[in-house]
């Protein structure tokens, strides 16, 4: 597997210790002409192995016609699963794309809120080429989601303020349950789905700044509301949402400008305990330095909800992760840091948030808006340990030090191994049964960290070298 080492970092919380290594996997994905903004929407499977791409291709008439592309990780390399699907042409826009857990059916929606009879349109991977799945279904304007299985599919009309799902029955996509009615505008951009298709979840833009994340459940034939979410962005297109695979949890991503008309991110998570939406942590704040058209795709969650990332596409772009600890969202440092194109523009889980795909569909190094695609492999247990009481009465001094440091154990507890790191995560020095006093008098100055390997268990502590 190729890899590239992007960064590491380190977070503290309570009597947590923990690391996370990012690395990027593969080569960039990158648009094959000019205005084709590979990137602007993006879906992996379960596993990450398998990654669809929206791209949203503007012609000479500004017309948004868009096509979608999927690739499979293979030897190290993303390479194309089958051929272009949509052909660039104003029924088949790729701007939202989404894909099933193992990669194999792909939904296609409108790229643009201008309208123009959008459809939506499902493949199927069959005999090595995506192959059309049932009839498309009609909007004038909206956005689909896949289910897991790829058998059920939630569709927005936000002109006729309907909101419909269908499932794979008999080759072709029957109606499941009522039609959802919005009095609202722009009903369901955008909408979600769980991976069993039976809980869903739209955005309702009601006027002015009152917008609404409305959840739903199938129950006995029908659509039972569960919940209602409110939230105030600074323009009607400025949120966006990510359910999880489990329908218990989301995170909604908010564009907010404050009393002084600084603007800033706004992301709050929300899980369903004892058939109550509750918020999850505190608010998670994200300045960007100047406004943008609207949000989309710009927050993601892991399946069990533990994990969100958030895009902030402006300058060179970067990508905040968060991991909940004791109830709490704990910032992963820097996160990972773009180079233009509106990098974090969309965002992408698999299923445990070990991978992470991020689009800069205005990315023009390589041509004029080319657009390219990353894939990040992230590693958030390096050190993930949580003291004991044992363990707590193990210390190290001198530190600072300069040539040596002494373990010492108040309770005598034996340590099998040592292994010493710099900041970057590389492997110093590792000791098999080492004595109470360790030599680093060879290492290189500053900040180390210490990783105790003991019969109860494991301990990482700081130390300086000066």
């Known amino acids: 597997m190729k890899k590239i080492l992007i960064t590491l970092c380190l977070f503290v919380f309570a009597n947590y210790f923990l690391i996370a290594q990012v690395t990027q996997i593969g080569n960039e994905i990158n648009g094959s002409e000019n205005n084709l903004q590979a990137g602007a929407s993006l879906s992996f499977n379960n596993t990450g192995d398998v990654l669809a791409i929206g791209y949203l291709y503007t012609n000479p008439f500004f017309e948004d016609l868009g096509m979608g592309r999927v690739f499979e990780f293979q030897n190290g390399e993303w390479i194309q699963k089958g051929s272009d699907i949509g052909d660039q042409y104003p029924d088949d826009k790729g701007f939202h794309i989404s894909l099933n857990v193992d990669g194999s059916v792909l939904a296609m929606s409108t790229g643009s809120y201008s309208g123009g009879n959008s459809v939506v349109t499902i493949y199927e991977f069959v005999n090595d080429d995506w192959q059309l799945m049932g009839n498309p279904i009609d909007i004038d304007e909206g956005t689909a989601k896949l289910n897991d299985l790829g058998n059920t599919v939630i569709v927005s009309n936000s002109i006729s303020n309907e909101l419909k799902v269908y499932e794979f029955l008999n080759n072709d996509w029957q109606l499941k349950g009522d039609v959802i009615i919005s009095n609202g505008v722009f009903w369901g951009l955008p909408v979600d ?217 108040q309770n005598e507890i034996l340590i099998n191994n040592i292994n010493i790191y710099d900041v970057s995560g590389r492997l110093l020095l590792s000791k098999n049964n080492p004595s109470n006093q360790i030599n680093i008098s060879s290492l290189t100055d500053g900040l180390l960290f210490v990783q105790l390997e003991t019969e109860k268990g494991i301990k990482v502590e700081k130390i300086i070298k000066q």
Not at 203 to 208: A, I, R, Y
Not at 277 to 301: D, L, R, S
């Open 193 to 409: 789905i769980d991976s069993t298709g039976n809980i869903i979840a739209a955005l309702n833009f009601n006027g002015g700044l009152s917008h609404s994340i409305n959840i739903y459940i199938y129950e006995n034939n029908q659509w039972n509301q569960i919940g209602e979410i409110e939230a105030e962005p600074f323009y009607q297109f400025k949120l966006n949402f990510d359910l999880n695979k489990h329908g218990d949890a989301f995170v909604i991503n908010t564009y907010k400008e404050d009393v002084n008309e600084v603007l800033f991110i706004e992301t709050k998570v929300y899980n369903y305990i004892n058939n109550v939406w509750t918020q999850v942590g505190t608010n998670i704040i994200n300045n960007p330095t100047e406004e943008f058209f609207y949000i989309e795709g710009q927050a993601t969650i892991s399946a069990d909800g533990n994990i969100i990332a958030i895009g902030n596409p402006i300058g060179n772009g970067s990508v905040m992760l968060y991991k909940s600890i004791n109830n709490e969202w704990i910032q992963l440092d820097n996160g990972i840091q773009g180079n233009g194109g509106e990098f974090g523009r969309a965002l992408s889980f698999n299923d445990d948030a070990t991978l992470l795909s991020v689009g800069a569909p205005k990315f023009s190094d390589i041509g004029n808006l080319f657009g390219q695609v990353k894939v990040y492999e992230i590693d958030y247990e390096l050190f993930d340990v949580k003291d004991n009481s044992l363990l707590s009465t193990i210390t190290l001094f001198p530190n600072p030090t300069h040539d040596y440091f002494i373990i010492n154990s």
